[in-house]
T-cell receptor, first 114, second 115 residues
Framework: DQQVKQNSPSLSVQEGRISILNCDYTNSMFDYFLWYKKYPAEGPTFLISISSIKDKNEDGRFTVFLNKSAKHLSLHIVPSQPGDSAVYFCAASASGGSNYKLTFGKGTLLTVNP | DTEVTQTPKHLVMGMTNKKSLKCEQHMGHRAMYWYKQKAKKPPELMFVYSYEKLSINESVPSRFSPECPNSSLLNLHLHALQPEDSALYLC??????????????FGPGTRLTVL
């Protein structure tokens, strides 16, 4: 059972436009959500996170929105740059004894075209 | 500073070899992790160390043996691996297991090829 879903395997955007990456989850115990960016053959780089007590968190060009009732979060990148081209993983964790465990989505490949 | 370092970057080994992967962090983090990632898949958790003690083993075969010599170092000893163990091995660390907003920071990984 896939508890974190990224239904779009890929997304292509023009430079300067907005990129919106989506993520859905099924486990209502998840209360912390993270986005990681990954280049080929490299480790995931932490981008931004959001706690379930918030509905928005912003860091520079990156904004994450959380809709708890819909169990949906999204990452907005604006303006998009060619260097943003990478695989983006959504991840979630639940507080308590198992919060060490990150549950990852399968990733979305973002391509930003010059 | 959110750097986790891993060595070696690449490793090729035969099925009878013994090798070790190394991971280091100097962020004062008390939780460290080993993940395995296959191509086009998300990372899969293998082991978790909390305060230098193994707290989680995700049913990993015994040919993988983790070790945490001190709070900054994490090793993964490899012995008698199979070709299907070829993958990117990622180390991560976080401030403390049990904190709600505990963010894991990943190293660059070791690309392992088993012949």
């Amino acid at each position: 059972d896939q508890q974190v879903k990224q239904n779009s395997p890929s997304l292509s955007v023009q430079e300067g436009r907005i990129s919106i990456l989506n993520c859905d989850y099924t486990n209502s115990m998840f209360d912390y959500f993270l986005w990681y960016k990954k280049y080929p053959a490299e480790g995931p780089t932490f981008l931004i996170s959001i706690s379930s007590i918030k509905d928005k968190n912003e860091d520079g060009r990156f904004t994450v929105f959380l809709n708890k009732s819909a169990k949906h979060l999204s990452l907005h990148i604006v303006p998009s740059q060619p260097g943003d081209s990478a695989v983006y993983f959504c991840a979630a964790s639940a507080s308590g004894g198992s919060n060490y465990k990150l549950t990852f989505g399968k990733g979305t490949l973002l391509t930003v075209n010059p | 500073d959110t750097e986790v370092t891993q060595t070696p970057k690449h490793l090729v080994m035969g099925m009878t070899n013994k090798k070790s992967l190394k991971c280091e962090q100097h962020m004062g983090h008390r939780a460290m992790y080993w993940y395995k990632q296959k191509a086009k898949k998300p990372p899969e958790l293998m082991f978790v160390y909390s305060y230098e003690k193994l707290s989680i083993n995700e049913s990993v075969p015994s040919r993988f043996s983790p070790e945490c010599p001190n709070s900054s170092l994490l090793n993964l000893h490899l012995h008698a691996l199979q070709p299907e163990d070829s993958a990117l091995y990622l180390c991560a660390s976080s401030q403390e297991k049990g904190v709600t907003t505990d963010t894991q920071y990943f190293g660059p990984g070791t690309r392992l090829t088993v012949l």
